[in-house]
């Protein structure tokens, strides 16, 4: 290698990158495959229900797309879930979770109150 530049170290290619692109691509198709997967359990309604629970609390929804492949390779499903059926098993996780911890989850809106001319 006498007839190459010196490259600077952090230009040099690492084989640690190699496999972490190697271990993106393998997560990625894992992604893909959990979604395709839970698009084949769901009907509509409760993918979409599923998606808006994911945009408020990322990890429950990922709890509930783990308990239905569960079920679903346990062929404890019986066609798709419907959305009642979600918001069913959703109803037994809180309540099991709810006995497991004593700290009940609520949610507390907390509203600007902007200045009016009537309240002057």
């Known amino acids: 290698m006498e007839g190459l530049p010196n490259i600077p170290q952090g230009l040099q290619p690492q084989a640690g990158q190699a496999n972490n692109g190697e271990e993106q691509a393998r997560q990625e198709a894992e992604e893909t495959m959990r979604r395709d997967m839970i698009a084949a359990v769901l009907d509509t309604a409760a993918r979409e229900r599923l998606s808006r629970i994911a945009l408020v609390s990322p990890e429950r929804s990922r709890h509930i797309e783990g308990i239905l492949l569960r079920m679903a390779q346990s062929r ?3 066609g798709k879930v419907s959305e009642a059926q979600l918001i069913e098993l ?3 996780m809180e309540e099991a979770q709810s006995k497991t911890s004593t700290q009940k989850t ?3 809106y ?3 109150r902007d200045l009016d001319d009537d309240d002057w």
Do not use: D, F, P, S
Request: no cysteine; charged share 40%.
């Open 76 to 78: 404890q499903l019986r």
């Open 90 to 92: 959703l109803e037994q």
């Open 110 to 112: 907390q509203r600007r």
């Open 106 to 108: 609520t949610i507390k």
